[in-house]
């Protein structure tokens, strides 16, 4: 089990190094001030630096107070309400019909905006242009709760997941209620099409929803996600509610993880933690979707080379493997994504910084993650 001080140390700022730091880092700017077509919104997204031609995020900011009343939240949290945001982007072509939403959540200590540049290069953004959904990129609390330490980048947050102690469902999981809620005042949503999906501290959040918000999830997709999973000691916090076993999963893993390591144990970067393991989250995962069978195995091509940090791994290139298991009765799947010698990293045609390798690792440039998430996301809507 994790002390306080190995928990803070996990779900502090080494879990956002991959989430903000893609290109060299530099201080946020706030964007001028504009009118906006949600009228939710009342700020501009903050503008961060990036290479030459980066497309920063289209979206808009929402902001509103949530306020808590279980004990045990007071208790981790320190106080009874903060000042919540959450970055939504709406295609200026968005169908009539209901839409689906996309939830992105970034890592420990970063802020919405680093969801939608750094990890995932607005290619959600460019899908929803396509397709006709809706991306909204999360936001943590303001501070990390039982340990008081402040985000070092602006707007920054803390996802707390199975972690916080809380009696129902963790207050992360009604603030994205909350969102769903005030987005469906404005425009109309399909609800049998809500899915989740982000890196790190935010892949764990997209866990915490299967497992306390089924009914509200269709399907997540994790990316070296904080392993939290329906059973054991890696439950934490979590109340599983019924229906959490009809909630598709997609989740990658990583080889060369130095923060979420792939094997049971401690990781490079944590060594006082111990992990259950990626192999071993994935057969939890299995065994509570009730999925059995071998599955389809397929690999990407290596279309990049050299995408591996081979001072830490050996290896010069990084492939991933797709493992896709039989489909369950209630049309529930599990894919599993092994991304060999990748670091931890969002997939996607852009390198991490050279100067974060010695920290992270790189990011396997063979497939945008974006593209294979919503992929499978298509391929599920809640049924009544």
Same mark, same amino acid.
């Given at each position: 089990?994790?002390?306080?001080?190995?928990? $803070? &140390?996990?779900?502090?700022? %080494?879990?956002?190094?991959?989430?903000?730091? =893609?290109?060299?880092?530099?201080? !946020? @700017? *706030?964007?001028?001030?504009?009118?906006?077509?949600?009228?939710?919104?009342?700020?501009?997204?903050?503008?961060?630096?990036?290479?030459?031609?980066?497309?920063?995020?289209?979206?808009?900011?929402?902001?509103?107070?949530?306020?808590?009343?279980?004990?045990?939240?007071?208790?981790?949290?320190?106080?009874?309400?903060?000042?919540?945001?959450?970055?939504?982007?709406?295609?200026?072509?968005?169908?009539?019909?209901?839409?689906?939403?996309?939830?992105?959540?970034?890592?420990?200590?970063?802020?919405?905006?680093?969801?939608?540049?750094?990890?995932?290069? $607005? &290619?959600?953004?460019?899908? %929803?242009?396509?397709?006709?959904?809706?991306? =909204?990129?999360?936001?943590?609390? !303001? @501070? *990390?709760?039982?340990?008081?330490?402040?985000?070092?980048?602006?707007?920054?947050?803390?996802?707390?997941?199975?972690?916080?102690?809380?009696?129902?469902?963790?207050?992360?999981?009604?603030?994205?209620?909350?969102?769903?809620?005030?987005?469906?005042?404005?425009?109309?949503?399909?609800?049998?099409?809500?899915?989740?999906?982000?890196?790190?501290?935010?892949?764990?959040?997209?866990?915490?929803?299967?497992?306390?918000?089924?009914?509200?999830?269709?399907?997540?997709?994790?990316?070296?996600?904080?392993?939290?999973?329906?059973?054991?000691?890696?439950?934490?916090?979590?109340?599983?509610?019924?229906?959490?076993?009809?909630?598709?999963?997609?989740?990658?893993?990583?080889?060369?993880?130095?923060?979420?390591?792939?094997?049971?144990?401690?990781?490079?970067?944590?060594?006082?933690?111990?992990?259950?393991?990626?192999?071993?989250?994935?057969?939890?995962?299995?065994?509570?979707?009730?999925?059995?069978?071998?599955?389809?195995?397929?690999?990407?091509?290596?279309?990049?080379?050299?995408?591996?940090?081979?001072?830490?791994?050996?290896?010069?290139?990084?492939?991933?493997?797709?493992?896709?298991?039989?489909?369950?009765?209630?049309?529930?799947?599990?894919?599993?994504?092994?991304?060999?010698?990748?670091?931890?990293?969002?997939?996607?045609?852009?390198?991490?910084?050279?100067?974060?390798?010695?920290?992270?690792?790189?990011?396997?440039?063979?497939?945008?993650?974006?593209?294979?998430?919503?992929?499978?996301?298509?391929?599920?809507?809640?049924?009544?």
């Amino acid at each position: 089990m994790f002390t306080v001080s190995e928990r $803070t &140390r996990v779900s502090g700022a %080494a879990l956002c190094l991959a989430g903000c730091l =893609v290109g060299k880092p530099q201080p !946020p @700017t *706030a964007a001028a001030k504009t009118s906006f077509r949600i009228g939710l919104c009342s700020e501009a997204p903050l503008r961060l630096e990036a290479r030459p031609g980066a497309s920063q995020t289209r979206g808009c900011v929402v902001t509103f107070t949530q306020r808590w009343s279980d004990p045990a939240t007071i208790e981790w949290a320190k106080t009874t309400q903060a000042e919540r945001r959450y970055l939504v982007y709406v295609p200026t072509n968005l169908p009539s019909r209901p839409a689906p939403i996309v939830f992105v959540f970034p890592g420990a200590t970063c802020n919405a905006e680093a969801a939608a540049l750094y990890n995932t290069h $607005t &290619r959600f953004e460019a899908l %929803a242009d396509r397709d006709g959904f809706i991306v =909204v990129y999360g936001n943590g609390l !303001p @501070t *990390a709760g039982h340990s008081g330490n402040e985000p070092p980048m602006r707007k920054g947050g803390f996802l707390a997941g199975c972690w916080a102690e809380h009696t129902g469902e963790g207050v992360d999981v009604t603030y994205v209620r909350l969102i769903v809620d005030q987005l469906a005042t404005e425009l109309k949503i399909d609800r049998a099409r809500i899915y989740a999906t982000g890196i790190s501290q935010g892949g764990g959040m997209a866990f915490q929803l299967a497992l306390e918000a089924p009914d509200l999830v269709a399907a997540i997709a994790p990316v070296a996600g904080v392993p939290f999973a329906p059973s054991g000691e890696w439950l934490r916090s979590c109340h599983p509610n019924p229906g959490y076993e009809r909630v598709s999963v997609a989740m990658l893993a990583a080889t060369a993880d130095p923060f979420i390591p792939y094997a049971p144990g401690s990781s490079l970067k944590i060594p006082e933690a111990r992990f259950p393991g990626m192999e071993e989250t994935r057969n939890a995962w299995l065994s509570a979707l009730n999925l059995t069978g071998p599955p389809a195995v397929d690999g990407f091509p290596d279309n990049v080379k050299g995408d591996s940090y081979e001072r830490q791994t050996g290896l010069t290139s990084s492939t991933i493997e797709r493992q896709r298991y039989p489909v369950g009765r209630d049309g529930q799947e599990l894919w599993y994504y092994k991304a060999e010698g990748m670091g931890h990293a969002w997939p996607n045609p852009e390198q991490v910084w050279s100067g974060m390798w010695e920290t992270l690792g790189k990011t396997n440039q063979d497939i945008d993650f974006a593209d294979q998430a919503w992929e499978f996301f298509q391929r599920h809507a809640k049924r009544k």
